[in-house]
């Protein structure tokens, strides 16, 4: 049974940093590609970046620049650091598994919120 953890959500002031954390287990996750999605209130999931299992990255426009996604394959734990918050990057987090068969795992969500 595949499992994702997020953690590290929280308030901030705008300008300030966080970083997420996702520990995954119950699966062999050096093969598996390894996102960061967020649901702002009231709106859809969306993007926010990519780490496949090769390590190429890849960010949605509005965070790059600001947004790093990194993983520690030893951990099993894929990491999102967010430097220059703004209040429009408020959102719930979400991390997503892919495997090589392509199944989708997603966690329960981190609450990230901005204040301006």
């Known amino acids: 049974q595949v499992q994702l953890v997020e953690s590290g959500g929280g308030l901030v002031q705008a300008g300030g940093s966080l970083r997420l954390s996702c520990a995954a287990s119950g699966g062999t996750f050096s093969f598996y590609d390894m996102g960061w999605y967020r649901q702002p209130p009231g709106k859809e999931r969306a993007f926010v970046a990519q780490i496949t299992w090769s390590g190429g990255v890849t960010y949605a426009a509005s965070v790059k620049g600001r947004f790093t996604i990194s993983r520690d394959a030893a951990k099993n734990t894929v990491y999102l650091q967010m430097d220059s918050l703004k209040p429009e990057d408020t959102a719930i987090y979400y991390c997503?598994?892919?495997?090589?068969?392509?199944?989708?795992?997603w966690g329960q969500g981190t609450q990230v919120t901005v204040s301006s």
């Open positions: 997503k598994a892919v495997s090589r068969a392509r199944y989708n795992y």
